[in-house]
């Protein structure tokens, strides 16, 4: 089985800077598309950013020009760097990935455990 391992959430004050990592578990496994998603009680998840394999990028309004969603160098970890943060962007931000594994053509969706971001004004 294959897991989306996320790190890097914290408690910071706003204008300060955080960056979360997601790791997909097992090498075999490519991720198509990934995009992290936050969800605050009582809302929707929503999308954050997103990357394609080929590295074309994606943002909600709300965090262009503060937020980048890059992929490491192995290709098997995405990050996402969080700059200039907001009490706004207080939640729990979950890591996506549209994954298939290597040889296969059909690809799952999968979802990290989620880590908590709070901004303090």
């Known amino acids: 089985q294959v897991q989306l391992v996320e790190s890097g959430g914290g408690l910071v004050q706003a204008g300060s800077s955080l960056r979360l990592s997601c790791t997909i578990s097992?090498?075999?496994?490519?991720?198509?598309?990934m995009s992290w998603y936050r969800q605050t009680p009582g809302k929707e998840r929503e999308l954050v950013a997103s990357i394609t394999v080929g590295d074309n990028t994606d943002y909600a309004d709300s965090v262009k020009g503060r937020f980048t969603i890059s992929r490491g160098n192995t290709k098997n970890t995405i990050y996402l760097q969080m700059d200039n943060l907001k009490p706004e962007d207080t939640a729990v931000y979950f890591c996506n990935g549209e994954l298939v594994r290597a040889g296969e053509i059909r690809s799952k969706t999968y979802w990290g455990q989620g880590t908590q971001v709070t901004v303090l004004p």
């Open positions: 097992r090498t075999i496994f490519i991720g198509k598309i």
